[in-house]
Protein backbone atom coordinates (compact mmCIF):
# COMPACT_ATOMS: atom_id res chain seq x y z
CA UNK A 1 0.00 0.00 0.00
CA UNK A 2 1.32 3.49 -0.77
CA UNK A 3 1.96 5.65 1.65
CA UNK A 4 0.43 9.00 2.09
CA UNK A 5 2.48 12.14 1.62
CA UNK A 6 1.63 12.68 5.38
CA UNK A 7 3.50 9.11 6.41
CA UNK A 8 6.35 9.70 4.00
CA UNK A 9 7.39 13.28 5.12
CA UNK A 10 7.75 12.03 9.06
CA UNK A 11 10.96 11.86 10.84
CA UNK A 12 12.31 8.76 12.30
CA UNK A 13 10.85 10.04 16.11
CA UNK A 14 7.57 10.08 14.42
CA UNK A 15 7.61 6.44 13.80
CA UNK A 16 4.72 4.17 15.06
CA UNK A 17 5.61 1.91 17.92
CA UNK A 18 7.10 -1.76 16.99
CA UNK A 19 7.27 0.46 12.93
CA UNK A 20 11.15 0.15 12.78
CA UNK A 21 11.22 -3.08 14.67
CA UNK A 22 8.71 -4.56 11.91
CA UNK A 23 10.58 -3.34 9.46
CA UNK A 24 14.02 -5.04 10.24
CA UNK A 25 12.31 -8.04 10.91
CA UNK A 26 11.19 -8.02 7.09
CA UNK A 27 14.51 -6.94 5.64
CA UNK A 28 16.42 -9.65 8.47
CA UNK A 29 13.89 -12.29 6.34
CA UNK A 30 15.04 -11.03 2.96
CA UNK A 31 16.58 -13.40 0.76
CA UNK A 32 17.82 -10.71 -1.92
CA UNK A 33 20.16 -8.62 1.08
CA UNK A 34 23.81 -8.03 -0.53
CA UNK A 35 26.62 -9.23 1.03
CA UNK A 36 29.41 -6.51 -0.24
CA UNK A 37 27.87 -3.49 -1.28
CA UNK A 38 26.41 -0.56 0.95
CA UNK A 39 22.65 -1.07 1.56
CA UNK A 40 20.25 0.79 3.87
CA UNK A 41 19.88 -0.41 7.32
CA UNK A 42 16.05 0.05 6.63
CA UNK A 43 14.41 1.98 3.78
CA UNK A 44 15.20 3.50 0.47
CA UNK A 45 18.67 4.27 -0.59
CA UNK A 46 19.26 6.70 -3.42
CA UNK A 47 22.05 9.22 -4.49
CA UNK A 48 25.54 9.02 -3.47
CA UNK A 49 26.75 12.37 -1.21
CA UNK A 50 30.01 13.79 0.46
CA UNK A 51 32.07 11.19 -1.03
CA UNK A 52 35.77 12.41 0.32
CA UNK A 53 38.70 11.56 2.08
CA UNK A 54 39.21 13.14 5.36
CA UNK A 55 41.23 12.05 8.36
CA UNK A 56 42.16 8.80 7.09
CA UNK A 57 38.89 7.66 5.70
CA UNK A 58 36.69 7.75 2.78
CA UNK A 59 33.63 9.22 3.64
CA UNK A 60 30.56 8.45 2.03
CA UNK A 61 26.34 9.58 2.76
CA UNK A 62 23.64 8.97 1.06
CA UNK A 63 20.26 9.78 0.94
CA UNK A 64 17.72 7.91 2.82
CA UNK A 65 14.72 7.66 3.54
CA UNK A 66 14.44 4.87 6.74
CA UNK A 67 10.61 4.84 7.16
CA UNK A 68 9.73 2.96 3.59
CA UNK A 69 10.69 2.19 0.04
CA UNK A 70 9.03 5.24 -1.38
CA UNK A 71 10.95 8.96 -1.67
CA UNK A 72 10.31 10.94 1.15
CA UNK A 73 11.97 12.55 4.40
CA UNK A 74 15.56 12.42 3.06
CA UNK A 75 18.23 11.93 5.57
CA UNK A 76 22.02 12.09 4.98
CA UNK A 77 23.17 8.71 6.05
CA UNK A 78 26.96 8.45 7.00
CA UNK A 79 29.12 5.13 6.25
CA UNK A 80 33.26 4.87 6.12
CA UNK A 81 36.36 3.29 5.24
CA UNK A 82 39.97 2.90 4.91
CA UNK A 83 40.16 0.77 2.20
CA UNK A 84 36.68 1.92 -0.39
CA UNK A 85 35.92 -1.80 0.55
CA UNK A 86 34.77 -2.37 4.00
CA UNK A 87 32.94 0.00 5.25
CA UNK A 88 31.76 0.99 9.02
CA UNK A 89 28.37 2.47 9.64
CA UNK A 90 28.43 5.41 11.24
CA UNK A 91 24.81 6.40 11.32
CA UNK A 92 22.64 9.48 10.28
CA UNK A 93 25.23 12.49 9.25
CA UNK A 94 22.55 15.61 8.29
CA UNK A 95 19.29 15.29 10.08
CA UNK A 96 16.51 17.34 8.60
CA UNK A 97 13.65 19.50 9.98
CA UNK A 98 15.40 22.83 10.07
CA UNK A 99 14.36 25.81 8.88
CA UNK A 100 15.65 25.35 5.68
CA UNK A 101 15.53 21.91 5.19
CA UNK A 102 12.32 21.44 6.72
CA UNK A 103 11.16 18.75 4.06
CA UNK A 104 14.96 16.50 3.37
CA UNK A 105 18.05 17.16 3.31
CA UNK A 106 18.89 16.86 -0.37
CA UNK A 107 22.16 15.63 -2.48
CA UNK A 108 25.39 17.34 -2.47
CA UNK A 109 29.24 16.58 -1.91
CA UNK A 110 31.76 17.80 0.54
CA UNK A 111 35.33 19.41 0.70
CA UNK A 112 37.94 19.19 3.64
CA UNK A 113 38.58 23.16 4.43
CA UNK A 114 40.35 24.04 7.65
CA UNK A 115 40.38 20.78 8.77
CA UNK A 116 36.96 20.04 8.68
CA UNK A 117 34.43 18.68 6.24
CA UNK A 118 32.16 21.23 4.63
CA UNK A 119 29.48 19.65 3.62
CA UNK A 120 27.27 21.69 0.74
CA UNK A 121 24.02 20.12 0.16
CA UNK A 122 20.35 21.14 -0.42
CA UNK A 123 17.71 21.86 1.83
CA UNK A 124 14.36 20.89 0.96
CA UNK A 125 11.23 22.51 1.66
CA UNK A 126 7.47 22.83 1.12
CA UNK A 127 5.19 25.56 1.86
CA UNK A 128 1.36 25.21 2.50
CA UNK A 129 0.37 24.70 -0.66
CA UNK A 130 3.30 22.33 -1.25
CA UNK A 131 5.63 24.68 -3.76
CA UNK A 132 9.32 23.33 -3.33
CA UNK A 133 11.70 26.33 -2.04
CA UNK A 134 15.58 25.04 -2.66
CA UNK A 135 17.83 26.22 -0.62
CA UNK A 136 21.78 25.43 -0.69
CA UNK A 137 23.28 24.82 2.71
CA UNK A 138 26.25 24.27 4.57
CA UNK A 139 27.11 21.81 7.41
CA UNK A 140 30.58 21.48 8.98
CA UNK A 141 31.88 17.92 10.39
CA UNK A 142 35.18 17.70 12.82
CA UNK A 143 37.49 15.26 13.50
CA UNK A 144 34.88 13.76 16.00
CA UNK A 145 32.99 13.52 13.63
CA UNK A 146 30.11 15.82 15.13
CA UNK A 147 28.04 17.98 12.18
CA UNK A 148 26.84 21.35 13.34
CA UNK A 149 24.40 22.93 10.55
CA UNK A 150 24.98 26.90 9.74
CA UNK A 151 22.32 28.70 10.53
CA UNK A 152 21.45 30.17 7.39
CA UNK A 153 21.92 29.08 3.73
CA UNK A 154 24.43 29.99 1.67
CA UNK A 155 22.36 30.54 -1.41
CA UNK A 156 19.27 31.55 -0.32
CA UNK A 157 17.24 31.56 -3.62
CA UNK A 158 16.96 30.46 -7.26
CA UNK A 159 18.26 33.15 -9.69
CA UNK A 160 15.95 34.77 -12.20
CA UNK A 161 15.21 32.35 -15.32
CA UNK A 162 15.39 28.93 -13.22
CA UNK A 163 12.42 26.77 -11.45
CA UNK A 164 12.09 25.55 -7.88
CA UNK A 165 14.24 22.29 -9.21
CA UNK A 166 18.11 23.92 -8.51
CA UNK A 167 19.07 21.32 -6.70
CA UNK A 168 23.08 18.56 -5.92
CA UNK A 169 25.57 21.55 -5.48
CA UNK A 170 28.90 19.42 -6.45
CA UNK A 171 32.10 21.72 -4.97
CA UNK A 172 36.13 21.71 -6.13
CA UNK A 173 38.91 24.12 -5.49
CA UNK A 174 40.93 25.47 -8.01
CA UNK A 175 43.52 27.64 -6.62
CA UNK A 176 42.17 30.04 -3.53
CA UNK A 177 39.26 29.81 -5.02
CA UNK A 178 36.24 27.53 -4.65
CA UNK A 179 33.40 26.63 -7.28
CA UNK A 180 30.57 24.34 -7.24
CA UNK A 181 27.80 23.47 -10.04
CA UNK A 182 24.54 23.11 -9.42
CA UNK A 183 21.66 21.26 -11.42
CA UNK A 184 19.01 23.29 -12.76
CA UNK A 185 15.60 23.57 -14.85
CA UNK A 186 14.91 26.66 -17.33
CA UNK A 187 11.71 28.57 -17.01
CA UNK A 188 11.04 27.28 -20.47
CA UNK A 189 11.26 23.63 -18.66
CA UNK A 190 14.79 22.22 -20.31
CA UNK A 191 17.69 21.04 -18.00
CA UNK A 192 20.84 22.65 -17.90
CA UNK A 193 24.14 23.25 -14.92
CA UNK A 194 25.08 27.01 -13.12
CA UNK A 195 28.06 27.75 -11.65
CA UNK A 196 28.93 29.22 -8.31
CA UNK A 197 32.24 30.95 -7.38
CA UNK A 198 33.29 31.55 -3.32
CA UNK A 199 36.40 32.54 -1.55
CA UNK A 200 35.23 31.21 1.75
CA UNK A 201 32.47 28.29 1.50
CA UNK A 202 29.71 30.50 2.68
CA UNK A 203 29.39 33.95 0.54
CA UNK A 204 29.15 32.15 -3.06
CA UNK A 205 28.68 34.45 -6.42
CA UNK A 206 26.38 33.41 -8.70
CA UNK A 207 28.21 33.08 -12.09
CA UNK A 208 25.48 32.09 -14.90
CA UNK A 209 25.40 28.83 -17.06
CA UNK A 210 27.95 27.11 -18.00
CA UNK A 211 27.50 27.21 -22.06
CA UNK A 212 27.23 23.64 -23.45
CA UNK A 213 25.95 22.73 -26.95
CA UNK A 214 23.31 21.16 -25.55
CA UNK A 215 20.22 23.75 -25.23
CA UNK A 216 17.42 21.50 -25.27
CA UNK A 217 18.81 18.35 -23.80
CA UNK A 218 15.99 16.48 -21.00
CA UNK A 219 13.82 19.14 -18.88
CA UNK A 220 16.24 18.35 -15.81
CA UNK A 221 20.00 17.97 -15.13
CA UNK A 222 20.54 16.45 -11.61
CA UNK A 223 23.70 15.90 -9.71
CA UNK A 224 26.36 17.31 -11.73
CA UNK A 225 29.64 16.53 -11.20
CA UNK A 226 32.45 18.68 -13.10
CA UNK A 227 36.36 17.67 -12.69
CA UNK A 228 39.58 17.86 -14.89
CA UNK A 229 41.75 14.58 -15.99
CA UNK A 230 44.53 14.71 -18.80
CA UNK A 231 43.80 18.34 -19.60
CA UNK A 232 40.38 17.44 -20.38
CA UNK A 233 37.37 18.83 -18.82
CA UNK A 234 34.46 16.39 -18.09
CA UNK A 235 31.14 16.88 -16.90
CA UNK A 236 28.74 14.14 -15.29
CA UNK A 237 25.45 14.70 -15.28
CA UNK A 238 21.91 12.80 -14.86
CA UNK A 239 19.49 14.53 -17.72
CA UNK A 240 15.68 13.58 -17.05
CA UNK A 241 13.39 13.37 -19.72
CA UNK A 242 15.85 12.06 -23.19
CA UNK A 243 13.82 9.92 -25.11
CA UNK A 244 15.09 6.05 -26.50
CA UNK A 245 17.60 6.36 -29.63
CA UNK A 246 18.19 2.52 -30.33
CA UNK A 247 20.41 1.07 -28.54
CA UNK A 248 20.88 4.43 -25.96
CA UNK A 249 18.63 5.82 -23.18
CA UNK A 250 16.58 3.53 -22.56
CA UNK A 251 15.84 3.99 -18.57
CA UNK A 252 13.52 6.03 -17.41
CA UNK A 253 16.09 8.22 -16.12
CA UNK A 254 20.00 8.32 -18.07
CA UNK A 255 23.52 9.50 -16.38
CA UNK A 256 26.32 10.48 -18.59
CA UNK A 257 28.84 12.62 -19.35
CA UNK A 258 30.37 15.49 -21.61
CA UNK A 259 34.26 15.66 -22.56
CA UNK A 260 35.85 18.45 -24.13
CA UNK A 261 38.33 21.24 -23.13
CA UNK A 262 38.63 22.74 -19.77
CA UNK A 263 35.76 24.60 -18.80
CA UNK A 264 36.21 28.43 -19.03
CA UNK A 265 35.58 29.36 -15.22
CA UNK A 266 35.62 33.04 -16.63
CA UNK A 267 33.29 33.07 -19.50
CA UNK A 268 31.76 29.39 -18.52
CA UNK A 269 31.86 28.03 -21.88
CA UNK A 270 32.38 23.87 -21.88
CA UNK A 271 33.22 23.15 -25.66
CA UNK A 272 32.77 19.48 -25.30
CA UNK A 273 32.00 16.35 -27.57
CA UNK A 274 28.40 14.74 -27.76
CA UNK A 275 26.98 13.31 -24.68
CA UNK A 276 28.13 9.67 -23.64
CA UNK A 277 26.32 7.57 -21.15
CA UNK A 278 28.15 6.30 -18.29
CA UNK A 279 26.52 2.91 -17.88
CA UNK A 280 24.66 0.55 -20.71
CA UNK A 281 22.66 -1.62 -17.90
CA UNK A 282 19.75 -1.18 -15.98
CA UNK A 283 20.06 0.14 -12.44
CA UNK A 284 22.48 3.13 -12.60
CA UNK A 285 22.05 6.97 -11.91
CA UNK A 286 23.12 10.05 -9.93
CA UNK A 287 27.21 9.07 -10.05
CA UNK A 288 29.19 10.85 -7.70
CA UNK A 289 33.17 10.93 -8.13
CA UNK A 290 35.99 12.21 -5.96
CA UNK A 291 39.67 12.84 -6.22
CA UNK A 292 41.94 10.12 -3.83
CA UNK A 293 44.72 10.88 -1.58
CA UNK A 294 47.33 9.07 -4.35
CA UNK A 295 45.17 10.94 -6.85
CA UNK A 296 43.02 8.87 -8.53
CA UNK A 297 39.11 9.92 -9.43
CA UNK A 298 37.10 7.49 -8.01
CA UNK A 299 33.20 7.19 -8.88
CA UNK A 300 30.15 5.63 -6.96
CA UNK A 301 26.84 5.33 -8.62
CA UNK A 302 23.11 4.83 -7.25
CA UNK A 303 22.40 1.04 -8.45
CA UNK A 304 18.37 2.08 -8.97
CA UNK A 305 16.58 4.64 -10.60
CA UNK A 306 13.77 7.30 -9.71
CA UNK A 307 10.00 6.12 -10.17
CA UNK A 308 10.44 2.33 -10.75
CA UNK A 309 9.22 -0.47 -8.22
CA UNK A 310 11.73 -3.46 -7.06
CA UNK A 311 10.76 -6.57 -5.89
CA UNK A 312 12.74 -5.88 -1.96
CA UNK A 313 9.62 -3.30 -1.72
CA UNK A 314 7.97 -5.11 -0.28
CA UNK A 315 10.79 -6.52 2.57
CA UNK A 316 10.93 -2.74 3.85
CA UNK A 317 14.16 -1.70 1.64
CA UNK A 318 15.34 -0.44 -1.60
CA UNK A 319 18.81 0.04 -3.41
CA UNK A 320 22.51 0.05 -3.30
CA UNK A 321 25.28 1.61 -3.90
CA UNK A 322 27.90 0.38 -6.69
CA UNK A 323 30.96 -0.57 -6.08
CA UNK A 324 33.61 2.19 -6.24
CA UNK A 325 35.05 2.67 -9.62
CA UNK A 326 38.73 4.27 -11.08
CA UNK A 327 37.91 6.44 -13.86
CA UNK A 328 40.87 7.10 -16.50
CA UNK A 329 40.57 8.28 -19.96
CA UNK A 330 40.87 6.47 -23.29
CA UNK A 331 40.66 7.99 -26.78
CA UNK A 332 38.66 11.08 -25.18
CA UNK A 333 36.37 8.59 -23.39
CA UNK A 334 35.97 7.69 -19.70
CA UNK A 335 36.75 4.32 -18.85
CA UNK A 336 35.82 2.90 -15.32
CA UNK A 337 37.26 0.00 -13.65
CA UNK A 338 36.50 -1.46 -10.12
CA UNK A 339 39.37 -0.17 -8.19
CA UNK A 340 42.28 -2.37 -7.00
CA UNK A 341 41.10 -2.89 -3.32
CA UNK A 342 38.22 -5.15 -4.45
CA UNK A 343 40.83 -7.79 -4.61
CA UNK A 344 41.07 -8.04 -0.63
CA UNK A 345 37.50 -9.48 -1.01
CA UNK A 346 38.48 -12.22 -2.76
CA UNK A 347 38.69 -15.15 -0.58
CA UNK A 348 41.22 -17.85 -2.69
CA UNK A 349 44.15 -15.90 -3.98
CA UNK A 350 44.27 -18.31 -6.83
CA UNK A 351 40.93 -18.59 -7.80
CA UNK A 352 38.85 -21.46 -9.39
CA UNK A 353 40.31 -21.77 -13.10
CA UNK A 354 38.28 -22.76 -15.99
CA UNK A 355 39.75 -23.08 -19.15
CA UNK A 356 37.93 -25.37 -23.20
CA UNK A 357 36.93 -24.63 -26.31
CA UNK A 358 32.83 -24.95 -26.74
CA UNK A 359 31.43 -25.51 -30.28
CA UNK A 360 27.48 -26.12 -30.44
CA UNK A 361 27.27 -26.72 -26.71
CA UNK A 362 27.01 -24.92 -23.15
CA UNK A 363 28.82 -26.14 -20.10
CA UNK A 364 28.39 -26.05 -15.82
CA UNK A 365 31.74 -26.20 -14.29
CA UNK A 366 31.22 -27.51 -10.60
CA UNK A 367 33.42 -25.09 -8.58
CA UNK A 368 31.52 -22.30 -10.76
CA UNK A 369 28.79 -21.26 -8.53
CA UNK A 370 27.64 -19.12 -5.76
CA UNK A 371 25.32 -16.19 -5.06
CA UNK A 372 28.48 -13.61 -3.97
CA UNK A 373 31.94 -13.75 -6.58
CA UNK A 374 33.81 -11.97 -8.99
CA UNK A 375 34.29 -13.79 -12.45
CA UNK A 376 36.72 -13.06 -15.25
CA UNK A 377 36.57 -14.67 -18.33
CA UNK A 378 38.22 -14.32 -22.00
CA UNK A 379 36.72 -15.08 -24.73
CA UNK A 380 38.91 -15.37 -28.34
CA UNK A 381 39.34 -17.36 -31.31
CA UNK A 382 35.36 -17.45 -32.03
CA UNK A 383 33.26 -18.16 -35.02
CA UNK A 384 30.56 -18.82 -33.24
CA UNK A 385 27.43 -16.85 -34.12
CA UNK A 386 26.67 -16.19 -30.14
CA UNK A 387 28.43 -16.66 -26.98
CA UNK A 388 28.44 -15.81 -23.61
CA UNK A 389 27.89 -16.91 -20.18
CA UNK A 390 24.74 -17.42 -18.30
CA UNK A 391 25.08 -16.84 -14.34
CA UNK A 392 22.36 -17.33 -11.61
CA UNK A 393 21.09 -20.56 -13.59
CA UNK A 394 18.64 -22.47 -11.67
CA UNK A 395 15.21 -23.71 -12.51
CA UNK A 396 13.59 -21.82 -15.15
CA UNK A 397 16.16 -19.03 -14.02
CA UNK A 398 18.94 -17.66 -15.71
CA UNK A 399 20.73 -14.28 -16.54
CA UNK A 400 22.41 -13.90 -19.75
CA UNK A 401 25.70 -12.13 -21.40
CA UNK A 402 26.04 -13.29 -24.61
CA UNK A 403 27.61 -11.78 -27.98
CA UNK A 404 25.72 -11.74 -30.77
CA UNK A 405 28.70 -12.07 -33.91
CA UNK A 406 26.22 -11.27 -36.94
CA UNK A 407 25.02 -7.75 -34.95
CA UNK A 408 28.41 -7.12 -33.04
CA UNK A 409 26.60 -6.05 -30.10
CA UNK A 410 27.05 -7.22 -26.37
CA UNK A 411 23.46 -8.28 -25.02
CA UNK A 412 22.12 -8.34 -21.41
CA UNK A 413 19.25 -9.96 -21.10
CA UNK A 414 17.07 -10.32 -17.66
CA UNK A 415 14.57 -11.56 -19.01
CA UNK A 416 14.15 -14.54 -16.15
CA UNK A 417 16.42 -13.28 -13.84
CA UNK A 418 14.00 -14.10 -11.37
CA UNK A 419 11.09 -11.79 -9.71
CA UNK A 420 10.27 -9.05 -11.96
CA UNK A 421 11.31 -5.65 -12.01
CA UNK A 422 8.24 -2.59 -12.45
CA UNK A 423 8.07 -2.86 -16.27
CA UNK A 424 9.36 0.41 -17.39
CA UNK A 425 12.55 -0.30 -18.27
CA UNK A 426 12.61 -3.46 -20.29
CA UNK A 427 14.53 -6.68 -19.79
CA UNK A 428 17.31 -6.34 -22.46
CA UNK A 429 19.79 -3.60 -22.47
CA UNK A 430 22.98 -4.50 -25.13
CA UNK A 431 25.67 -1.76 -27.05
CA UNK A 432 27.80 -2.27 -30.28
CA UNK A 433 31.08 -4.24 -29.41
CA UNK A 434 34.07 -5.59 -31.29
CA UNK A 435 33.96 -9.07 -30.53
CA UNK A 436 37.07 -10.87 -31.89
CA UNK A 437 38.63 -10.96 -28.22
CA UNK A 438 36.10 -10.15 -25.09
CA UNK A 439 37.28 -9.59 -21.78
CA UNK A 440 34.39 -9.48 -19.58
CA UNK A 441 34.64 -8.87 -15.47
CA UNK A 442 31.62 -9.19 -13.85
CA UNK A 443 30.83 -8.60 -10.32
CA UNK A 444 27.87 -10.87 -8.88
CA UNK A 445 26.34 -10.13 -5.43
CA UNK A 446 22.83 -11.45 -4.14
CA UNK A 447 20.58 -9.41 -6.18
CA UNK A 448 22.49 -6.65 -8.78
CA UNK A 449 25.46 -7.60 -11.02
CA UNK A 450 27.99 -5.16 -12.69
CA UNK A 451 29.95 -6.17 -15.68
CA UNK A 452 33.13 -4.37 -16.77
CA UNK A 453 34.07 -5.10 -20.55
CA UNK A 454 37.34 -5.12 -22.32
CA UNK A 455 39.01 -3.19 -19.15
CA UNK A 456 36.14 -0.90 -18.50
CA UNK A 457 35.40 0.36 -22.14
CA UNK A 458 31.85 -0.92 -20.94
CA UNK A 459 29.74 -1.13 -18.18
CA UNK A 460 26.39 -2.98 -17.59
CA UNK A 461 24.98 -2.12 -14.20
CA UNK A 462 21.75 -4.28 -13.16
CA UNK A 463 19.86 -5.52 -10.03
CA UNK A 464 18.61 -8.70 -10.94
CA UNK A 465 16.24 -10.77 -8.15
CA UNK A 466 16.71 -14.70 -8.09
CA UNK A 467 15.72 -17.12 -6.24
CA UNK A 468 18.84 -18.14 -3.43
CA UNK A 469 18.99 -22.11 -5.07
CA UNK A 470 19.53 -20.18 -8.40
CA UNK A 471 23.72 -20.45 -8.21
CA UNK A 472 24.76 -22.03 -11.41
CA UNK A 473 26.94 -20.61 -14.09
CA UNK A 474 26.98 -22.22 -17.80
CA UNK A 475 29.68 -21.00 -20.53
CA UNK A 476 27.98 -21.58 -23.82
CA UNK A 477 28.92 -20.98 -27.96
CA UNK A 478 26.04 -21.31 -30.40
CA UNK A 479 26.32 -21.49 -34.02
CA UNK A 480 30.34 -22.29 -34.20
CA UNK A 481 32.84 -22.72 -31.13
CA UNK A 482 34.58 -19.64 -28.85
CA UNK A 483 37.85 -20.21 -26.56
CA UNK A 484 37.09 -19.69 -22.50
CA UNK A 485 39.31 -18.57 -20.46
CA UNK A 486 37.84 -17.84 -16.57
CA UNK A 487 38.49 -17.40 -12.71
CA UNK A 488 36.23 -17.01 -10.35
CA UNK A 489 37.06 -15.77 -6.76
CA UNK A 490 34.71 -16.92 -4.28
CA UNK A 491 33.03 -12.92 -2.31
Given amino acids: MKMTR ?14 IEKLKALISACSWRQSYHIQPVTGLLNDPNGFSYYQGHYHLFYQWFPLGTEHGMKYWYHVRSTDLVNWEQVGIGIRPGDTFDSHGAYSGSAIVKDDKLHLLYTGNTRDEAWIRHPYQCLAVMDESGSVVKAEQPVISSVPSGYTEHFRDPKVWQDGDTYYCVIGAQRTDMTGCAVLYRSSNLTAWEFLGEIQTHLSQFGYMWECPDYFEMNDKGVLL ?71 VEYPTDASGWAHCLTIPRQLSLKDSKLIQQPVDEMKKLRQQSEGHRYQTTLENRSETVAAFNGTAYELECEISHVDAERFGIEFRTGGEEKTVLQYD ?34 KLQLFVDTSSVEIFVNDGEEVFTSRIFPSPESTGIRFFASGGKAEFKATKWDY
Fill in 405 to 438: RLQQKLVLDRTLSGAPMGGKNGTVRQCMLNGDRI
Fill in 237 to 307: FSPQGIEGDGDLYNNIFQSGYLMGEPLNLQTREFDHDCFHELDRGFDFYAPQSMEAPDGRRILIGWMGLPD
Fill in 6 to 19: EQRYRFIEQAEEGE
